[in-house]
């Protein structure tokens, strides 16, 4: 009877308690997080309160050890440079996730973002239209970074201009050409046009250098000097190969090519250049020639008619 009446006792003291805590406490809690700024009426209000701010700040710091868990995640296995590289994009991934949070957090606590969306979306049709091959430079970066298309040291040639990558931003690559000037390439030209990637499988390429002699030459003799010229140049691969093909019968020469594999096309010019050389010592040692293009032009002798004059007209049964 004595612990009834005392449990009885306990469970009337804990009754204002628990009022209090389901009342008052709460009631002040939800006074505090309403309080802020409120602008408008109805539908069309607007609560600026604390609670809204501090569900943004939540919000923000869980999306951000989110993203930076996944940043982590997907690098852990990068090398430092791509890593740098794919640090720059993912920037510009997480200010835009960060505004998707923003907004979906404004909305859940009542507040109608439709005007603010198609205000934003008009706006960024505009920016869009304005800064279109901005965009198409950066979403090719991006590309480029993700698929390993190219790389630093790579050999392009675009518009007919032959560079070696030395950098690899996201809106732009840059390269040396062979007269040590650098050429900027907007990265949306790797997207949208042709180009060439010297190395894209390996660095080995096969070049050729053509040249043309007189008909009657020996043709024999002709391939052995060829092959000549290419085996004592420095910087010529031995494996595969070099081979010389009959390319064709010219207007007025027998044209030849002579083929050979090198390691770096970006010294192309100057191996050419020396086979060019040794070819022509080679030809005037062997009486080899290299004729000059040649035209034949025909003159034909007309009688011109007699003019006439007044008074020298011929009459009708007259000799002539």
Same mark, same amino acid.
């Given at each position: +009877?004595?612990?009834?009446?005392?449990?009885?006792?306990?469970?009337?003291?804990? #009754? %204002?308690?628990?009022?209090?805590?389901?009342?008052?406490?709460?009631?002040?809690?939800? *006074?505090?997080?309403?309080?802020? &700024?409120?602008?408008?009426?109805?539908? #069309?209000?607007?609560?600026? =309160?604390?609670?809204?701010?501090?569900?943004?700040?939540?919000?923000?710091?869980? =999306?951000t050890?989110?993203?930076?868990? &996944?940043?982590?995640?997907?690098?852990?296995?990068m090398?430092?440079?791509?890593? +740098?590289?794919?640090?720059?994009?993912?920037?510009?991934?997480?200010?835009?996730?960060? +505004?998707? !949070?923003?907004?979906?957090?404004?909305?859940?606590?009542?507040?109608?973002?439709?005007?603010?969306?198609?205000?934003?979306?008009?706006?960024? $049709?505009?920016?869009?239209?304005?800064?279109?091959?901005?965009?198409?430079?950066?979403?090719?970066?991006?590309?480029?970074?993700?698929? #390993?298309?190219?790389?630093v040291g790579? @050999? $392009?040639?675009?518009?007919? #201009?032959?560079?070696?990558?030395?950098?690899?931003?996201?809106?732009?690559?840059?390269?040396? =050409?062979?007269?040590?000037?650098?050429?900027?390439? %907007?990265?949306?030209?790797?997207?949208?046009?042709?180009?060439?990637?010297?190395?894209?499988n390996?660095? +080995?390429?096969?070049?050729?250098v053509?040249?043309?002699?007189?008909?009657?030459?020996d043709?024999?003799?002709? =391939?052995?000097?060829?092959?000549?010229?290419? /085996?004592?140049?420095?910087?010529?691969?031995? /494996? %595969?190969?070099?081979?010389?093909?009959?390319?064709?019968?010219?207007?007025?020469?027998? @044209?030849?090519? !002579?083929?050979?594999?090198?390691?770096?096309?970006?010294?192309?010019?100057?191996?050419?250049?020396?086979?060019?050389?040794?070819?022509?010592?080679?030809?005037? *040692?062997?009486s080899?020639?290299?004729?000059?293009?040649?035209?034949?032009?025909?003159?034909?002798?007309?009688?011109?008619?007699?003019?006439?004059?007044?008074?020298?007209?011929k009459?009708?049964?007259?000799?002539?």
């Amino acid at each position: +009877m004595l612990q009834d009446k005392t449990a009885a006792l306990a469970q009337d003291k804990a #009754k %204002p308690v628990k009022e209090f805590i389901e009342r008052d406490l709460w009631d002040v809690i939800r *006074e505090i997080l309403n309080y802020g &700024l409120h602008i408008g009426e109805g539908e #069309k209000s607007i609560d600026l =309160t604390i609670g809204l701010l501090l569900s943004l700040s939540l919000a923000m710091i869980a =999306t951000t050890l989110v993203l930076k868990w &996944l940043r982590n995640l997907y690098t852990r296995k990068m090398e430092h440079e791509d890593r +740098m590289k794919f640090f720059s994009v993912f920037k510009y991934i997480r200010y835009a996730i960060y +505004m998707v !949070v923003v907004l979906l957090t404004v909305s859940s606590a009542g507040i109608d973002i439709t005007l603010l969306i198609t205000a934003s979306a008009a706006l960024f $049709v505009g920016i869009g239209l304005a800064l279109q091959e901005f965009f198409q430079d950066i979403i090719a970066g991006i590309m480029i970074l993700v698929d #390993k298309s190219l790389h630093v040291g790579d @050999i $392009v040639e675009v518009d007919g #201009k032959v560079g070696k990558v030395f950098e690899i931003k996201l809106r732009s690559t840059r390269a040396l =050409t062979r007269d040590d000037k650098v050429l900027v390439i %907007p990265n949306h030209k790797f997207m949208s046009e042709v180009i060439y990637n010297y190395t894209q499988n390996h660095r +080995m390429t096969r070049e050729s250098v053509q040249v043309g002699v007189a008909y009657g030459s020996d043709v024999e003799l002709v =391939t052995r000097l060829l092959l000549d010229a290419v /085996n004592t140049q420095k910087g010529i691969l031995k /494996n %595969p190969k070099p081979f010389v093909q009959f390319e064709d019968f010219g207007d007025s020469a027998l @044209i030849f090519s !002579v083929k050979f594999f090198i390691n770096d096309s970006f010294s192309d010019p100057r191996i050419k250049s020396d086979i060019r050389y040794r070819i022509d010592r080679l030809f005037r *040692e062997n009486s080899v020639t290299i004729p000059f293009p040649q035209r034949d032009v025909h003159f034909y002798a007309h009688t011109p008619l007699a003019v006439r004059q007044p008074g020298n007209e011929k009459q009708p049964g007259t000799p002539g």
